[in-house]
């Protein structure tokens, strides 16, 4: 049972354009949302967050869009950087512990 | 930037010995966690841990793994009679407090053999 999905196991975008990812979640009791990217070889990094009661939050080129009703989130990347190529995982959760989605691997192109 | 500490980056261990995963969180964090993630899967949950005790775990932890903060500074994941579907990368994270934004070790590369 997938609480988190990412449906696009990877994208490829050209260096300058928009990068989106996006995220479903299924429990409606989630109401905390995080963007993680990762390294090969690395732990996750945090990216940005965003709760339940908001539906934007932007940090610098990194904004997250929050769809309650439709339990969807999308990481927004602009302009996209060949340094952006990673994993980035979608979590969900509330408490303590988060449900981590299976990821999905950026590449930016120059 | 504080850092989360993993040690060793790559255990190799035979099938049905026991192995301890060394981490040592951001000094000031009073929340932690392990993680664990199986080649070419997704990050699972594995246990949370506050004020000297398991707050959450998930199905995956079993009676197979404990965790420890025997010092004040480091927290260890003990898997005992390790299975060859244990081998996988398991991530350390603490975090301040309830914000819920963890910062994560680089990980320990963990084969079964």
């Known amino acids: 049972d997938q609480q988190v999905k990412q449906n696009s196991p990877s994208l490829s975008v050209q260096e300058g354009r928009i990068s989106i990812l996006n995220c479903d979640y299924t429990?409606?009791?989630?109401?905390?949302f995080l963007w993680y990217k990762k390294y090969p070889a690395e732990g996750p990094t945090f990216l940005i967050s965003?709760?339940?009661?908001?539906d934007k939050n932007e940090d610098g080129r990194f904004t997250v869009f929050l769809n309650k009703s439709a339990k969807h989130l999308s990481l927004h990347i602009v302009p996209s950087q060949p340094g952006d190529s990673a994993v980035y995982f979608c979590?969900?959760?509330?408490?303590?512990?988060?449900?981590f989605g299976p990821g999905t691997r950026l590449s930016v192109l120059p | 930037e504080p850092e989360v500490t993993q040690t060793p980056s790559h255990q190799v261990t035979q099938m049905g010995q026991e192995v301890i995963l060394r981490c040592v969180p951001i000094?000031?964090?009073?929340?932690f966690y392990w993680y664990r993630q199986i080649l070419g899967q997704k990050v699972e949950f594995l246990v949370s841990?506050?004020?000297?005790?398991?707050?959450?775990k998930s199905e995956i932890f079993d009676d197979q793994f404990s965790v420890e903060r025997p010092d004040g500074s480091n927290f260890t994941l003990k898997i005992r009679s390790t299975k060859l579907e244990d081998s996988a990368m398991y991530f350390c994270?603490?975090?301040?407090?309830?914000?819920?934004?963890?910062?994560f070790g680089s990980g320990t590369r963990l084969t079964v053999v």
């Open positions: 994270a603490s975090s301040e407090g309830s914000a819920l934004r963890y910062t």
């Open positions: 979590a969900a959760g509330y408490g303590q512990n988060f449900v």
């Open positions: 429990n409606s009791m989630f109401d905390y």
């Open positions: 965003i709760s339940s009661i908001k």
């Open positions: 841990f506050y004020n000297n005790e398991i707050s959450e």
């Open positions: 000094s000031n964090h009073l929340y």
